[in-house]
């Protein structure tokens, strides 16, 4: 029988009570289509910080290394500093285990409402692939005349073709089996260097996917398309504090950030993919039922692709759309919609939101296969020859 060897992470907050229920969702979903699930919980975030320093270590790296993918609850604790566990954890890791692209779906079901008046779920089927490991994130900086009235900080961004190249790559294979447009979000005309790095490298990589249409959005100017025509995009791709900030805005878009997946990749295949809901650890609401778990099994859905098993994650993201639709009763708890959404896998159909064969579950099913042939990229055959 297939075996897929998760890693759990549930982490602080309301994380281990999301984690639970996906975890409870993925295994209807292994019963339905014969494959089995096995899960180490995996001791990180606030409680082992506070109790012996430590964010991350090695040991618990190479742990983790060797599983087929994690699952990630939330982190933060309001008696941990900001920044420890962001920095130290969730960006270690993507950094560590190579995850150059940060997958972020932006979709409204059906029966859900959008902040913004009148959008539909034909109007708003997207996704944002971010660059995960560099961009202002790379940290590194300093400040110089500190304490005084001119202290002036200096923070360091990195952009380099090889990480650039894997997000713009994956991007362009996800867009072609999907609706086969990739947009390049930056601000090209004040980030010049940067710009011109990844407007150089859509051009070179998007030469191999003539079928792929191209188009181009200032940061800035995103904020007003995104709201505005959501339809536009098919596939957008970005680079990592924008991609961090358009999220958001996409998350609200399809009904907040309790819906929001993601899904960090190492695109060569090398290291295990982290799947983790957007939203943050809400100590405040941690284990009394109130937290929507919707984003920690979609991030299970997105997770069950990019292993191969396409057909299950669709089942899984119409069974979760189906109880989406019906929320807003006072009644509805994480158990109970963890429960629920567990529940129609068995009977849930993937064409009853809209086509199958262009949703994400199956590109990045697609993107997947391709992975595993290692077809090499242009600047390889250029190397070779
Ligand atoms: C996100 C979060 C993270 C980020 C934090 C928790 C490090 O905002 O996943 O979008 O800034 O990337
Ligand atoms: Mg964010």
Redesign the pocket.
């Known amino acids: 029988m297939r075996t897929h060897d998760l890693a759990v992470v549930g982490g602080d907050g309301i994380g281990p009570d999301v984690t639970v229920e996906a975890l409870r969702c993925v295994h209807a979903a292994a019963d339905r289509f014969g494959f089995r699930v096995t899960t180490t919980d995996h001791d990180l975030g606030a409680e082992r910080w506070l109790r012996d320093g430590v964010a991350l270590d090695e040991a618990s790296t190479e742990e983790l290394r060797g599983h087929d993918a994690i699952l990630l609850g939330a982190?933060?604790d309001p008696r941990v500093p900001p920044g420890v566990l962001?920095?130290g954890l969730?960006?270690a890791l993507r950094v560590a285990l190579r995850h150059a692209v940060n997958v972020r779906p932006v979709r409204l079901y059906p029966g859900v409402t959008s902040p913004i008046r009148d959008l539909t779920p034909e109007r708003c089927d997207l996704v944002i692939i971010r660059e995960n490991t560099e961009g202002l994130?790379a940290g590194g900086g300093s400040t110089v005349h500190q304490g005084t009235d001119h202290a002036t900080a200096i923070q360091n961004s990195i952009t380099t073709t090889p990480a650039t190249r894997a997000c713009v790559d994956y991007a362009f294979r996800l867009a072609q089996a999907r609706r086969r447009r990739v947009t390049l979000c930056h601000k090209t005309n004040i980030l010049v260097e940067a710009g011109k790095l990844w407007t150089t490298v859509v051009d070179e990589v998007g030469t191999s996917f003539p079928d792929v249409e191209q188009d181009y959005v200032h940061a800035d100017a995103m904020c007003q398309h995104l709201p505005l025509t959501p339809e536009r995009f098919d596939v957008v791709v970005t680079d990592n504090l924008f991609g961090?900030i358009i999220?958001?805005l996409g998350a609200t878009l399809q009904g907040g950030l309790g819906l929001a997946a993601?899904g960090n990749i190492d695109p060569t295949g090398e290291n295990p993919g982290m799947f983790?809901p957007?939203h943050?650890s809400a100590p405040d609401i941690a284990g009394t039922g109130r937290a929507n778990p919707a984003a920690a099994v979609l991030s299970a859905a997105l997770c069950l692709a990019h292993l191969g098993e396409h057909d299950a994650a669709l089942v899984l993201e119409a069974a979760t759309a189906s109880v989406l639709a019906e929320l807003g009763n006072a009644g509805d708890s994480t158990t109970g919609i963890g429960t629920r959404i567990a529940e129609r896998v068995g009977g849930a159909d993937p064409a009853a939101i809209g086509d199958p064969t262009v949703s994400l579950m199956t590109a990045m099913g697609a993107v997947r296969t391709i992975d595993q042939q290692k077809r090499p990229t242009p600047h390889d055959r250029s190397l070779a020859s």
């Open positions: 982190v933060g962001e920095r969730v960006v994130y961090d999220s958001d993601s983790e957007v943050g």
